[in-house]
């Protein structure tokens, strides 16, 4: 019999946001015993530290320079495979709960926001406006592969989707106030930054974890299911509905990793053109403008949502065991990426790959059949899960090959193999001789800023290079975890430096869209 598939995602989550991470000031009871009961990666990485890639190599195997959602507002492209429509295909009940985001939720001019209304909504599912107006009330059927869905797409007061539809039809006062933020108190922070007064109840992490049942009590009995639970928090705008606004008091909070000198060991990038083409106010990631006070109360309120979502999971994990459909389930809890929260005085995303960033958690449990209780050491990436996830359900990528029709090839596959880059984790979780990837390619492309560049992660370092520029990063994980001394300008690492570089390159040449078959000879 096929396993089920429970699938937990959080979006902007630090790896350290967890106390079985290590975090003793913030407890999350309920994905420590998903942990207690399955295998805990302690170097997880995502591959792309922006929503839109990331979800999309989740769901691909591929990493963003070959799916096409290289940054945030660039679709996915329909081209590829994604594991609910492969699974579906296989004889899997899919079900997606919350957020998706492999298509933009912000149209630029270019592509008609000023005649948003105009749009036919199936070309627009996850577009705010189209939402907004109206226009668009479920998400297409089959989408994806999806038998069902329960759609949310954006963050805080700034969220939309069916949630906002049944806020505004049942609670139409709660609605009113979400979207005038009169449910909301001012902090002594930034814009982003709110006390909810906005009862938990009524809060959409709530409003996932109860869907997410109700779909799980409606799974046919004679077929295996695939359920994708995702909550937007703990993501900004930083505002958990009460009573998790006020779980964390802002002076207990611990200082950001380099918080002193953050404005002088800042890379050159910083100093430079990105520095000042983003703002002081900025909110979506790069140089912090924020006090040391407004930075503790910001994470206060991140840790509060962060509890909340530990609650729900909770609930959903209840239901789970009592119903008897635990036993045969894989449950997955991870995040798309990590949050900088003030680390060398960042703030949320951007073209600055510390481990804060970077690292995720990454939990993998089906008590029975993986080992449990076990934390891994093996360097592992978002391109790992669907692997995992196909080898569980015993499902081969769907390759497609297409034979060459002529010439000395005729009638020779060209195209052996998955394109899939990932490995799966099934050997690592059930102690067989197996091992991780040598190392993690980070991908990042700043369109608007003119911002691209790549980091390859090791055991023991980590080596950042930049697009048109000669300096980068170069740390020593193993004795410099915090990344405080750059060693890219250091004589007696130089070697180092062009070892690093020599496996980034090769790294580069793996990381190609070979997906266009050859079908002779030119």
């Keep these: 019999m096929k396993p089920n598939f429970l699938i937990f995602v959080t979006d902007q989550h630090r790896a350290d946001w967890l106390s079985c991470m290590g975090n003793k000031r913030l407890s999350t009871p309920n994905i420590d015993k998903i942990a207690q009961q399955g295998v805990l990666f302690e170097k997880a990485y995502c591959t792309t530290p922006l929503c839109m890639p990331s979800r999309a190599t989740m769901w691909t195997g591929l990493p963003s320079s070959v799916h096409s959602a290289r940054t945030n507002g660039v679709d996915l492209d329909h081209k590829y495979p994604v594991l609910p429509q492969i699974l579906h295909d296989n004889g899997y009940h899919t079900v997606s709960v919350g957020k998706i985001h492999l298509k933009a939720w912000h149209m630029s ?14 070309l627009l599912p996850e577009c705010e406006t189209v939402w907004n107006e109206k226009k668009c009330r479920k998400l297409p059927e089959g989408m994806w592969g999806l038998d069902k869905i329960h759609f949310l797409g954006g963050h805080g007061n700034y969220c939309f989707g069916e949630y906002m539809q049944w806020l505004e039809e049942e609670h139409p006062k709660a609605f009113q106030a979400l979207r005038t933020k009169e449910s909301s108190k001012k902090t002594t922070g930034k814009e982003d930054n709110y006390y909810s007064t906005l009862p938990a109840r009524l809060h959409y ?4 974890a109860r869907h997410t049942i109700e779909e799980l009590e409606k799974c046919p009995g004679d077929m295996p299911f695939f359920m994708w639970c995702s909550f937007p928090d703990p993501h900004f705008p930083f505002g958990p509905p009460a009573p998790y606004c006020n779980r964390f008091s802002p002076e207990d909070m611990p200082d950001p990793i380099a918080w002193e000198d953050k404005r002088e060991k800042m890379n050159e990038l910083y100093h430079t053109e990105y520095y000042s083409s983003r703002g002081e106010e900025s909110i979506d990631g790069g140089p912090c403008s924020y006090s040391l006070e407004q930075v ?3 994470k206060a309120l991140a840790w509060g949502m962060v509890q909340h979502v530990d609650d729900c999971i909770g609930k959903v994990m209840e239901y789970l065991e009592q119903s008897g459909k635990k036993e045969n389930t894989v449950i997955v809890f991870m995040a798309d990426h990590g949050e900088l929260m003030g680390d060398h005085g960042m703030y949320c995303k951007g073209p600055f ?6 690292k995720i958690p990454m939990i993998m449990a089906w008590p029975g059949h993986l080992a449990q209780g076990r934390r891994e050491l093996e360097l592992v990436s978002l391109l790992d899960f669907m692997p995992t996830i196909l080898e ?6 769907p390759e497609g090959r297409i034979k060459a029709w002529e010439g000395p090839y005729a009638g020779k596959k060209l195209y052996p193999g998955s394109p899939l880059l990932g490995k799966s984790l099934v050997g690592l979780m059930c102690g067989r001789e197996s091992e991780g990837s040598d190392s993690i390619l980070v991908e990042d492309d700043d369109d ?9 992660i090791t055991q023991e370092y980590k080596i950042t290079v930049y697009s048109k520029r000669t300096y980068g990063e170069l740390f020593d994980l193993r004795n410099d975890p915090e990344e405080l001394n750059n060693l890219w300008d250091e004589k007696e690492y130089q070697k180092i430096k062009q070892e690093m570089i020599w496996k980034l390159m090769q790294k580069l040449i793996q990381n190609q869209d070979r997906t266009s078959r050859r079908i002779g000879i030119a």
């Design 109 to 122: 001019p270019e592509r008609g926001n000023q005649n948003i209304t105009e749009y036919d909504p199936a």
């Design 296 to 298: 503790k109360e910001t």
């Design 392 to 397: 569980l359900a015993g499902i081969a990528y």
């Design 353 to 358: 790959h510390y481990e804060g960033l970077l």
């Design 205 to 208: 992490n709530e409003w996932i």
């Design 448 to 456: 608007i800023r003119q911002v691209f560049l790549r980091t390859l």
